[in-house]
T-cell receptor, first 113, second 115 residues
């Protein structure tokens, strides 16, 4: 257990539905990252926050995806109008001021049917 | 960030040292070498990182060649629980006061430790 938690761990949804995932980073960490991992591939960067500011977004983050970190603590990742191609593991990671080590949560596995 | 090349898979006998190679021939002077691993269905786990010097911690040792174009992760006494995908990543951490964030993962090396 790295101290980064994610909820839910598994989500099955029908195509076209909206889903929201939550990440709680290690409490003193000011940076939070979201990654997506499809079967057989390494994780791919989606976006990152420093405190409540979203500083970088990947081109993978289409306009159906939105991420927030309203008070610089937990973060949510919402996917609107889900598609089968959104089926993946969504990973959250956090790091502190030294920025050397990112600690990952267990991930949320999304299945879109 | 510079790209890395790793063998797709390796085997190791339990109790023996596992030596995982990584090529990063285009690494820049301010890029660190990082190793993460991912056990099936879990999030990636940080193992070790280094810039120029060899590094050792409770999990592993990292040997970086003098020209920094390649490195080797050494698990000194592999156990069955070390079976995982191992990722070698090169990454700028700080550059002129600016902090960089994301990790760029490749395909990694699937290490299988067998009895």
């Amino acid at each position: 257990d790295t101290g980064v938690s994610q909820d839910p761990r598994h989500k099955i949804t029908k195509r076209g539905q909206n889903v929201t995932f939550r990440c709680d980073p290690i409490s003193e960490h000011n940076r939070l990252y979201w990654y997506r991992q499809t079967l057989g591939q390494g994780p791919e960067f989606l976006t990152y926050f420093q405190n409540e500011a979203q500083l970088e977004k990947s081109r993978l983050l289409s306009d159906r995806f939105s991420a927030e970190r309203p008070k610089g603590s937990f973060s949510t990742l919402e996917i609107q109008r889900t598609e089968q191609g959104d089926s993946a593991m969504y990973l959250c990671a956090s790091t502190g001021l030294t920025n050397y080590e990112q600690y990952f949560g267990p991930g949320t596995r999304l299945t879109v049917t | 960030d510079a790209k890395t090349t790793q063998p797709p898979s390796m085997d190791c006998a339990e109790g023996r040292a596992a030596n995982l190679p990584c090529n990063h021939s285009t690494i820049s002077g301010n890029e660190y070498v990082y190793w993460y691993r991912q056990i099936h269905s879990q999030g990636p786990q940080y193992i070790i990182h280094g810039l120029k010097n060899n590094e050792t911690n409770e999990m592993a040792s990292l040997i970086i060649t003098e020209d920094r174009k390649s490195s080797t992760l050494i698990l000194p006494h592999a156990t069955l629980r070390d079976t995982a995908v191992y990722y070698c990543i090169v990454r700028v951490v700080w550059d002129g006061g600016t902090s960089y964030g994301k990790l760029t993962f490749g395909q990694g090396t699937i290490l299988t430790v067998h009895p």
